[in-house]
């Protein structure tokens, strides 16, 4: 009794947080981005933005991140391996390989005192070519797939995720990640809210512990997807 009693507690002190967070944000424009999270030592920050007509923010990241282009091309293109940094991932699976700059994968999350979710990802790359197209962009957008739904499972309703990576001349990378997730279901929209605000800048941490394994350093061997064109 003692045990549920706290739990009680600390849901109502998470609902208040949660609900006088979203009353400051509400008071914000529409369709303005205004900062969540500012970490200047790893030159990360993160954003949130109230869109019109819609319940649940956008999110966006701004980062200068130590790696080339070739590392994080590899880091996100081992699919398998995404599951090791991504905020909450289960699983991390690749279905197919629509062409070398067209692929679909699979992710699994878990979810705070809920089902879980899945989602099905069709993954776009326009490569790199210097001068004409000085980026790569990765254009990651839910799929509607054949895939059956697992039992005790939510399917994501919307991933919208936009990534442009900028090589800098130093060696390093700007990276800039703009999107929405809905998560669907019955979950309160403050909740999704506020895993919104969390999930990008840890995301972009496990980002930066996937930067220094060797396996991505190594650049001999071929990349999975095509990231740069001459």
């Known amino acids: 009794m003692k045990y549920l009693f706290c739990l009680l507690l600390m849901s109502l002190s998470m609902w208040s947080y949660a609900d006088k967070d979203d009353l400051n944000t509400l008071q914000k424009q529409q369709n303005e981005w205004f900062i969540v999270k ?17 319940k649940i923010r956008s999110f966006k990241v701004e980062a200068v ?13 081992d699919v398998a391996n995404l599951k090791k940094w991504y905020w909450e991932a289960l699983d991390s ?22 089902t879980d979710r899945d989602v099905v990802i069709h993954a776009k790359v326009e490569p790199y070519q210097d001068v004409v197209h000085p980026y790569m962009r990765l254009s990651l957008k839910s799929a509607a797939s054949t895939l059956p739904v697992p039992q005790n499972m939510t399917r994501i309703a919307a991933f919208d995720v936009d990534i442009k990576f ?40 496990g980002l930066y512990r996937m930067i220094q394994k060797p396996e991505y350093k190594q650049l001999n061997d071929p990349l999975a997807f095509k990231y740069a064109q001459k």
């Open 38 to 54: 500012q970490d200047n030592s790893r030159q990360i920050t993160t954003y949130a933005k109230n869109e019109e007509g819609k």
């Open 93 to 114: 699976k690749l279905l197919s390989k629509v062409s070398d700059t067209e692929y679909v994968y699979y992710m699994r999350f878990q979810a705070p005192l809920t």
């Open 166 to 205: 900028t090589p800098l001349r130093d060696g390093k990378t700007q990276m800039e990640v703009e999107g929405l997730v809905d998560p669907a279901g019955d979950l309160p929209a403050w909740t999704v809210n506020m895993v919104q605000r969390q999930a990008p800048y840890a995301t972009m941490l």
């Open 65 to 77: 991140v130590d790696a080339s282009l070739a590392t994080l091309a590899r880091i996100h293109f």
